[in-house]
DNA sequence: GTGAAAGCGCTAACAA
DNA sequence: TTGTTAGCGCTTTCAC
């Protein structure tokens, strides 16, 4: 992989009939410099479709305006607008976004971090706290500065903009625990790896467990990031357990519950309610819509754009942002029925 | 925002009390130093957590073995998953992806070109075919090496990975009009700047010019990507000119129509059916189930990786890739109902 | 197998 | 206001 022939300062200048040094000043420091010079070099660089190297001047001036982001996936659509609303607010201030994706691999993170470092990254947003110790090493070695997003717990010394999965999840285990729900069940991500997913679960567990007698948690099946992941999961579930309301840990899982529950002819909210997490615009889509909680994903995205800069241009009066959730009541959640149970479908 | 104090070659050649150069062969080509200095200098690396600069590198070898892709928006599922596999599919050829949005802007897209070329884009994967002379002056001058995907239009001499847009669009229509379908409307994207939204409204307008008489295609409204804009173009359709069927140019519009539809009242597909474009997961998920266009989103990505890899390791034997698509039937789509057509909503 | 040194494109002192 | 020049971190000849 070759670079092609790529027009230098030195050919701008040449061009222009000037030194590199005020090519230099009439893209970084333009008001040093007379109109007519401007004017003059500003021709020779778009006649010669001229770019600045990024290398060369990320090495001369030790500076990048570059920051790098580091999620799971790209599919997924959990993180997309978050990111979106990253880079906006990144490019309004000039810096540009470098991303890169890990497949939940945190072997691969470690890679895309390095590499990200390598290209000249100055900063880095990362999705969760929980990574192996190798990988903190490496990033308190080199004094990578960094925002975790998605959670609200940092290592001391670090900063997150994100919200309380578990107290989110608690709460919407409790709508349902309100609504005359005893039977909950939980369809969760895989935990491995992954601190916020085991929050929500862990948030539901406790509202179960501060709730009391005569509720109870029959059962939490882990399930991939999919659609049909979340069907499967339901089918399990209402075959043996019976609950009368499932939590999701995701608004994907949840519509994929209710794909599988349409099928079977299991009406929702009537024979199960069934409540999402993240409020992605399938919730609302699905019939009936899908109760869920709404992730501040907008405003994780810009404040988290703002603590990295701030946390890059100094290192005093930056701190943690947490950022509130919201139960977005809707059509799956309904009363406990009255109807008898059903039996386990066969 | 100035860079931590790094570790560089230099360091870790002190360190390990040999030379740079044998620091850099450790890194390039280790085969070529006896196993015990390349466990040193390894150790070293390690102790300092050194990473390679990038910048320097790309400097000193004119080699970057980065690519780039500019997207419209990351919070589109339909560019999710493509760029999902295009990213993977790079990553086991070790190449890195950098990523950078655009929102539909043509004037942001030339800066992102820019952008990711001064970084050291080898190679670009872009969206789409149409964009200003501006832009494909710089991309010309400076010989950007580049894929099109999500269409089958190319300049001459350049390539894409893709599929036709008109064609399945046509075909959709079509499966309308075999149902007896015979007053059609299409709920379009936007046109501007976006090759692929135009090639759809045209594929479904001939359709229905060559069926003939007795088809007619009431309107045509263009509307954002977002579920409330396919919901108001519905509404806007729907009071006015009554359809039995509408075509959307991609599934956020037509399930926003379906959201609005069961607000309504409507029914879908007994008074009015609906036909999407893209099968995103949403298409699977609402009731009933969105029929839709299926496309091959992760054979796209695969193939411009392939594609690109092979235009930046030589010019010859490289080819455009046409992939197909396939029209999902669902339950969204039904026979035109023998029911007297309603008069317009008030 | 290893080291010395030139030079990639750029910025920032400093000089004029 | 403009030019000259050293040097950023790395790779790559060319010697040894």
Redesign the pocket.
Known sequence: MNRKS?P???DVARLA?????????A??SPE???S???ERIQAAIDELG?T??F???A?????TETVGAIIPSMSNAMFASGLQAFQEALSSEGVNLLVATTGFDPEVELRQIKALVSHGADGLLLIGNDRPEKTWDFIDKRQVAHVVAWTNQARPGQFFVGFDNEAAACDAARRALALGHRRLAMIGGLSVNNDRTRARRDGVMRAVAEFGEGAVLTTVVEAEYRLDAGAEAFSRIMSTQRPSAIVCANDVLAAGAMMRARDLGIDVPEDVSIIGFDDIGLASVVTPPLATVRVPQLAMGREAARVLLALLASTSGVSSVLLPTEFIARGSLGPASRRVPNRPLT
Do not use: D, M, Q
């Open positions: 790529t230098t300062l030195a009939g000037v030194s590199t040094a005020s090519i230099s000043r893209l970084n040093k410099l007379t007519t010079t401007r001229y600045p190297n290398g060369g001047r090495l001369a001036s030790n500076r």
